[in-house]
């Protein structure tokens, strides 16, 4: 069971060459006349992820976003906006207007469960945005993230009906994950692996930019009076908070006054804007984040560091958003494009109390410490990172609000919402009050733009959304809010807003551990919103009788949107290894590939980062001296491979700081047909021995020490052929395949010989 859940969310799915054709983009709709099209909206959508209320300069953050100011100050800023507290769940309300559970994304995709409303699977009766607009005759683009999908359907092979292309999208350019490394990103086009664009200083920001924009111009060379709609997806600013050295500069020495000092400061200025009524306290401080001035001077210097990054890491992106508008508004576009800025919910506090180098501390169940975070001092933020910042910035870049990130007090659930449509909403730089939720703005934008709710997607009938539209609010500050009771609920938390009141659980306050399995028994705390917004004041005990109506329409939502059965995140990451386990049976223990593939995710390619194995491959080379991978998991902050390096093959693993151990052949194959085995033993809590042999004969033999055996990045991915993102084994170049053919390659964990 332990090596199982080790591997999370395993599932066993059939791999794509690298050379695997797309399918069909949606089928092009019966388009309106041109007259009606040149009337509609185009609409751009930046998905922010992890961003708290607080962390925009437009809502007294202390990052600076001009271009999400300008954004702000051509529209309305929503100051009542809620969101689900987990990107899969946010992401799937938002794109299809309905609530999380009633789409199956109660939860985060890779800790899907097998009840209707956490199964991680969007019904075909709920299109989405992207479906309504194009049967309307919109180009339709998403750029970036795409992870409100199931782990099995996340590989070339498909299906891909949960894909973008499979949801409305013509055209995709992102990655199917929770993050990505910025720096080397692992990339799809449509639904074909795509390499990493080699550019000097290249960034997937920047990249993602270049493809809006060259979209929107493609289809205006074509068909002007075609509006678009671009669905703008950064991995920003979610960890690896990644920037370019000249932008972390420019942040140097900003925040060494610390969290306790910066929410202070924050809290003036959303005062100031009436972001918050002027008689608003801050949250009290978790008990897990400690006092600044209680730091030591190490702690003070890295984790300044780690704000400065993460604050360069979204000014940056939005400097490639603004060249965005700035096309726009060059084309004379910019009048008529509703522009929509949001996240998909609070700042994350999953880097528990000191920050960590590399993300992937999480999948190892234990925090990252000062001694291992300090020798990235220097390096954090950049190509040799993969860095998220100390919980302290996450309650700072919620203020004045309650906790973060899969809470469902404000902190995780309560974050910015900026539209702007000049040509449409006369408002400018003015603020609404009405509360809003995420599964609102699809029915608003549709609203806006005169798009009714298309009948039939994909010849399924579709059911109507459950969200309400908000524009009655774009040409009326006063106007009373048309949205009744909301639930919210993540990993067993548990919420409801009412009439300027809210209900809450504290069931699960430490995000970074992921196999929480206690009874859901946290009691019932009542707020009031309007006095009371950093919650600080839980009036259960005072008021019961409200609390036994709030938690009556909890639990009549909880029947209608299919909440129930709540389970734990542990639950989720015990399902991932039952199907594991269910596959390996089916498998009977061997994975089989016919040729070289790419872009397995972890979850879905053989487990060789947690079980032994006996890798077996044939092989024709084209000269004695090819160097090149067979197979490859991971990259340089942890990874494993076997390479042929000057045609000798050698065994490769890396740690998660980078460190690396191999073992190589002093003999190379010779040109031609030839075999090769690998065979990995990894006794339970010992070294792992290790054996590379080719035509019957032992080439190299050694040890892997236990302590180096440790979890690695979830997002680069598993490939044979090819090594993609950053190469695990030094001195060779990412995202290059191997020269000569690989055949009949298999990876036995049964044992036998």
Known sequence: MGKFLLLAATMLACAAPLSAQNTAPPAAPAAPAPEQQQQ????LVWMLDDVGFAQLSSFGGLVQTPNIDRVAKLGLRYSNYHTAPVCSAARASFLTGRMPHSVGLGNHAATARPFPGYNGSVPAWAGTIADNLHAAGYATFALGKWDHLPNEEATP????NHWPTGQGFEHFYGFLSADIDNWHPTLIRDQTPVLTPKQPGYHLNRDLADEAIAGIRTRAAVAPQRPFFVYWATSTAHAPHHAPAEWIERYKGKFDMGWDKAREAILKAEKAAGLVPKNTQLAQRPATVPAWDSLSADQKRLFSRQMEVFAASLSYADAQF?????????????DNTMVVVTSDNGASAEGNQSGMFTEAYLGRGRAATMEENLPFYDRWGGPDSYPHYSMGWAVAGNTPFRYFKHTTHEGGTHVPLIMAWPKGIAARGELRGQFVHVSDVTPTILEAA????????HNVAQRPMEGTSFAYSFADAKAATRKGPQYVEMYGNKGLWASGWSINTSHRLEPWDMMTMRPITAPWELYDLTADPGQNHDLAARYPERVAQMDKLFSEQASRYQVNPIGNIGEGMVEGARKARADFARRGGVWRYAGPVSNIAGPVGPPVTALGFTMRAKLALPSADVTGPLFAIGGHLGGEALYLKDGKPVFTLNTMAGESTSIA???????????????????????????ISSGGRVLAQGTIPAATLQAFSATELFGLGIDSGTSVLAGTEPDVRFPGQISDVTFDFTGKP
């Open 665 to 691: 052949a002093s003999e190379a194959l010779q040109a031609g047909a030839s075999g090769i085995e690998l065979k990995v033993e990894r006794p339970k809590g010992g070294d792992a021995a290790v054996t």
């Open 450 to 457: 005169g798009v009714p709710l298309a009948e039939t997607v």
């Open 40 to 43: 509609r909206p185009n609409v």
């Open 157 to 160: 092979a498909g299906p891909f």
């Open 322 to 334: 603004g060249r965005i508008l700035d096309a726009l508004e060059a084309s004379g576009e910019l």
